[in-house]
């Protein structure tokens, strides 16, 4: 069975860190391309950090540039999101999610067709 499974999500004080996992199973991330999502209470699903197939390739969200960071560890079959000085508005259920098609957008929700069930960030002010 093919599954993404989050996790490190919890409760920070605005300005402290977290890291996410996603541990895959069934799919080898070496031979996939990664990203992770975010949605808040009434909003759509917006996307957050993109990593290409061999991990040498990163894209970001404009607001989480130079605080997010993305990557993978293809041995542990884990995707990683280090979240630095994080702000109340960071707060969100975040998914990961395997690429799909490659004819979409790495942006576009519809370019992944695997995702996790999601972790929950709440950033306190």
């Known amino acids: 069975q093919v599954q993404l499974v989050e996790s490190g999500g919890g409760l920070v004080q605005t300005g402290g860190s977290l890291r996410l996992s996603c541990a895959a199973s069934?799919?080898?991330?070496?031979?996939?391309?990664m990203g992770w999502f975010r949605q808040a209470p009434g909003k759509e699903r917006e996307f957050v950090a993109f990593?290409?197939?061999?991990?040498?390739?990163?894209t970001y969200v404009d607001s989480v540039k130079g605080r997010f960071i993305i990557s993978k560890d293809n041995d542990k079959n884990t995707l990683y999101l280090q979240m630095n000085s994080l702000k109340p508005e960071d707060t969100a259920v975040y998914y990961c999610?395997?690429?799909?098609?490659?004819?979409?957008?790495?942006?576009?929700?519809?370019?992944?067709?695997?995702w996790g069930q999601g972790t929950q960030v709440t950033v306190s002010s």
């Open positions: 990593i290409n197939v061999i991990g040498s390739s990163t």
């Open positions: 999610a395997a690429r799909g098609s490659t004819f979409l957008s790495s942006q576009s929700v519809f370019g992944y067709n695997l």
């Open positions: 069934g799919r080898p991330l070496s031979n996939t391309a």
